[in-house]
């Protein structure tokens, strides 16, 4: 019999990502970066309970900061992050929006500086439930399904 | 609420969301003090003028205003004139006027390229108009003009007419007015309707408004009535324009449809919107809207440098 189950050895340090959504895992990667990891297993659309499919990233040696966390939060609302040392969980979190959000999100207007020019991208979180974010250069407004990752 | 002027030096105006009832009050109310004054009071400062899109009104008033306080102007009035010809980015076009002035105003068609000259610059940068976005100065000039004529920019029934939905005033203008518990008419073709981003926040803020394409169905109730050119530049699609561009002619039957003393407000410039047998009446406001920018436009450049009389 085979098994469904992904084989992944245990982590001794570093850090798991859990319920991102599905189809995520590769845009977080993206934007987190694998630099500084040992090893880095991957996920994707993976059985939940709690949310039907999911990804899912380990990272082996490699640190999160809390802003890299949260910057997370807007790809994946429902992530959860585990902090692994010597094989134990010493914390567990929900990631959280940031209030400003820097260089992950597209404007979707394309008279706005920063998709004419070399420009990073800021947006201000003004919802969180449900998403809205603003433009901090066009002042455009932007519900969560109009998101678009840089 | 009186406020410390002193926290306008120094200050960019980019955006009239960066300023609270309280501060939005405080500059018009100073502003009163810059009716018919010319004193030199910014000797020796220089103004740098970005026009990278033609304007009229908005770049000699600044001018104006500028030369009326002492101080001196210099500038370009269209991109081909400066070095984003060659590519230079709004950053860095803006970055060097550090050396060159003490103030910047920066007129451009991308909508957040003031905000950008802002991060460049170290010296106050005001937005002379960002695309369909921002035109803040435009906008106190507006809120003086009513302030001026009603007294008050509390509970006014205001109309806005025309392009509603690339007019950068009019985006401006009803986010500032929402701070003031104001009733807002929204009168435009279906193609030219306010943007569903700023109704939802007038929604949010429990503004009262109503949309309509007829005019005479909201006239009696108005205490200003708004009055946009429908803009052809702002068009993608030139049939578009062609569709709409003579929807609304005032004239002088207009009167007939509203209060004695209604004002009606217009940017300027019009094109055929207002019929000009309409200006000899004391509801035709909009020239001495557009002195008032001379006005307005010196109080900021005093404020923002910090020299206040």
Do not use: W
């Not at chain 2, 500059?27 to 304007?55: H, V």
């Amino acid at each position: 019999m085979i098994s469904k189950d992904m084989k992944v050895s245990k982590l001794r340090n570093g850090a798991v990502i859990d319920h991102l959504a599905p189809g995520m895992a590769m845009k977080a990667i993206e934007f987190l970066g694998v630099r500084g990891a040992d090893s880095l297993a991957i996920g994707m659309f993976f059985e939940s309970k709690k949310m039907g499919r999911k990804d899912i990233l380990k990272f082996e040696n490699r640190q999160l900061s809390r802003e890299e966390i949260n910057k997370i939060a807007v790809m994946s609302p429902e992530a959860t992050v585990c902090i692994i040392k010597d094989y134990h969980v010493v914390e567990k979190f929900t990631a959280s929006l940031p209030h400003e959000i820097e260089g992950i999100i597209r404007c979707s207007n394309p008279k706005c500086i920063t998709n004419n020019e070399k420009v990073a991208t800021r947006f201000v979180v003004q919802e969180k439930e449900p998403l809205l974010v603003r433009c901090q250069y066009c002042e455009r407004a932007m519900h969560g399904n109009e998101i678009e990752f840089v | 609420m009186k406020q410390d002027l002193a926290k306008f030096t120094g200050k960019d105006v980019i955006s009239i969301r960066d300023f609270s009832a309280d501060d939005i009050l405080s500059i018009l109310e100073y502003a009163r003090k810059f009716e018919n004054y010319k004193q030199p009071i910014l000797q020796g400062r220089i103004l740098a003028t970005l026009f990278y899109e033609p304007s009229t009104r908005t770049k000699l008033s600044f001018e104006s205003a500028m030369m009326s306080l002492g101080g001196s102007v210099l500038g370009f009035s269209e991109a081909g004139a400066s070095s984003s010809a060659k590519g230079e980015t709004v950053y860095d076009t803006a970055k060097m006027m550090d050396g060159y002035a003490d103030v910047l105003v920066i007129r451009h068609p991308l909508e957040g390229a003031a905000r950008r000259a802002a991060e460049a610059a170290d010296i106050p940068v005001i937005n002379g108009g960002d695309g369909a976005n921002q035109h803040p100065t435009q906008t106190f000039l507006d809120l003086f003009t009513m302030l001026k004529t009603k007294g008050t920019l509390q509970d006014l029934h205001v109309g806005f007419l025309g392009d509603l939905k690339y007019g950068r005033t009019v985006h401006s203008l009803a986010e500032a007015m929402s701070h003031f518990r104001c009733h807002m008419y929204f009168i435009a073709p279906e193609m030219l309707r306010m943007p569903d981003h700023i109704l939802g926040e007038l929604k949010e803020k429990q503004i009262p408004y109503l949309e309509t394409e007829r005019l005479y169905d909201v006239s009696d109730k108005l205490d200003i009535l708004y009055v946009t050119r429908i803009q052809r530049e702002r068009f993608p699609d030139p049939l578009d324009y062609e569709k709409v561009k003579n929807v609304y002619i005032l004239n002088e039957k207009l009167l007939e449809h509203v209060k004695p003393d209604l004002k009606v407000l217009h940017p300027l410039p019009r094109v055929n919107e207002i019929d000009t047998a309409l200006d000899k009446y004391p509801q035709a406001e909009y020239f001495q809207q557009s002195k008032n920018g001379v006005t307005v436009r010196k109080a900021l450049l005093s404020l923002v440098l910090g020299v206040r009389q």
